[in-house]
């Protein structure tokens, strides 16, 4: 069953995000095989087999549990502590809990709601494309920032970061939407970093280096209102 669920996974359909570089590197392959005496195709099917395998989009199943925030991506936590969102989103100059998820090549690059809510606010900034592990690459940069209101009134913040060679960040939500945790809202092609900023009442699960699944992963427990006096550490 275990090899059953990792074959699933690979071979998972591709998000639509991947078609034109799978289709792309299917008419390098025929071009290759068919006219140009083959030397182009092996280059043009690694390229597809890799491509299919970058833009899988496996089905996921959020916890039935409420309160919680999910994680957004797949990958692995390289940062945890406080820092203040991104300006864009006017959320005010507070500091909050942020998780940083790295996603290297082979990870399953879909964005996935962290929480259920309305999209309030959405922010692109253009910027550099400095290693997405760095904490500086955070501010520094190309990034595509949401705000999500929740039903009871909080705000949770997820940033979508390029990487060194991500080169295209894609967002499928808008604001105004209502949204479920768990649901795709996006993809960043080829290597990069997803940030989720908790609320206030938060108590953070995610450690460092542990490993994330988008979308079904806890990163945090939500408190009540009642318990939301002071800001998680």
Known sequence: MALISSLRLVLSKPHPAGRPFIYGGLAVAVVGGLLLGGWLFWPGAIFTLFCLYFFRDPERVPPSRGQVVLAPADGRVVLAGMAVPPEELGLGP??????????????????????????????????????????????DNERNALAIRMPDGRDVAVVQIAGLIARRILCHVREGDQVQAGDRFGIIRFGSRTDVYLPEGSRPLAQIGQLMIGGETVVAELLPMSNTAAPSA
Request: charged share 20%; proline share 2%; glycine share 4%.
């Open 94 to 139: 507070a500091a909050r809990y942020r998780i940083c998820i790295f996603l290297s090549v082979l990870d399953v690059h879909v964005n996935r709601l962290p929480v259920d809510g309305v999209v309030t606010r959405i922010a692109y900034r253009a910027g550099a494309f400095l290693n997405a592990s760095l904490d500086k690459a955070s501010v």
